[in-house]
């Protein structure tokens, strides 16, 4: 007797979303919880607002099947502006499980469904470009935050990458972070670099890669449902050398050399090296 019969293929489709329904229930709830929870304390400016953001996307990464290999820690100085490659909407849960820290991003994402809702969980500081106006008081909360001691995190390619490669990285968005250090002589620079590197605890490669990569032309819902049903991404995340960025040094040759060392550390993770 044939040990598997014509229904397996659809038992296992049925078992397969079986446990895509049940992680997604259980992501749904642990929401539900949290958001209430970051809201009082955001609120009430609880020192819980900086680690309730870690331990959802530790929570987050779990369920998902996403496993975290880190290389390096963030510098001790402060202020402290890290330079992130950026290919998933992944790389929120993934740095921001590390440390409490915020992120910078451009004032759509907070629009975007799941994305725009990890961002203001992770207290993303939304910036328009398009209203000069408001560059002020957006700086203004910047500075507010930095002087918590929390890193901020800028995505600097200003768009996401097919995760096989690193965009030029753009020295106006790091300008324009630069401005709210106006009190400060010299913020640290860091670069950092997340890599998908296996699926299923098998090297990715270049035509698996997008698996895990979010470009904005895919669709979110069906991107989320193949990351729950294949699962086991690992990720590599390496923190490289720190780089002082006062008068003496130029923010151009600071941004170009975070993007060599990130495009380095992102070509070594992807070759295994």
């Not at 500075?143 to 918590?148: G, I, K, P, S, V």
């Amino acid at each position: 007797m044939a040990p598997f019969g014509p229904d397996f293929p659809r038992a296992g489709l049925l078992l397969d979303r079986l446990r895509m329904g049940a992680v997604l229930g259980v992501v749904g709830l642990v929401t539900l919880i949290g958001i209430p929870l970051q809201w009082l304390s955001l609120k009430l400016a609880l020192p819980t607002r900086r680690t309730i953001p870690a331990l959802y996307h530790r929570i987050l990464l779990k369920l998902l099947g996403v496993r975290v290999e880190v290389h390096g820690a963030p510098a001790d100085g402060r202020p402290l502006l890290l330079l992130a490659n950026h290919s998933s909407w992944l790389d929120i849960p993934v740095i921001g499980s590390l440390t409490p820290l915020f992120f910078v991003a451009k004032s759509e994402v907070e629009g975007w469904p799941l994305v725009g809702l990890l961002a203001r969980f992770q207290r993303t500081v939304f910036v328009d470009r398009q209203r000069r106006s408001a560059t002020g008081a957006v700086n203004r909360e910047i500075a507010r935050r930095l002087h918590e001691g929390d890193p901020v995190v800028l995505f600097a390619e200003g768009t996401s990458s097919d995760g096989n490669r690193v965009l030029p990285f753009r020295s106006a968005l790091v300008g324009a972070v630069r401005e709210a250090f106006a009190a400060t002589e010299t913020v640290v620079v860091q670069p950092l670099s997340v890599a998908y590197v296996k699926l299923q605890g098998l090297p990715m490669g270049r035509l698996h890669r997008p698996m895990a990569a979010w470009t904005g032309d895919v669709e979110l819902a069906p991107h989320l449902l193949d990351v729950l049903r294949h699962g086991a991404i690992d990720v590599v995340v390496t923190f490289g050398e720190p780089t002082p960025l006062d008068a003496d040094h130029d923010r151009k040759t600071v941004t170009r050399e975070s993007e060599d060392a990130v495009r380095a550390l992102t070509a070594s993770a992807l070759s295994g090296r």
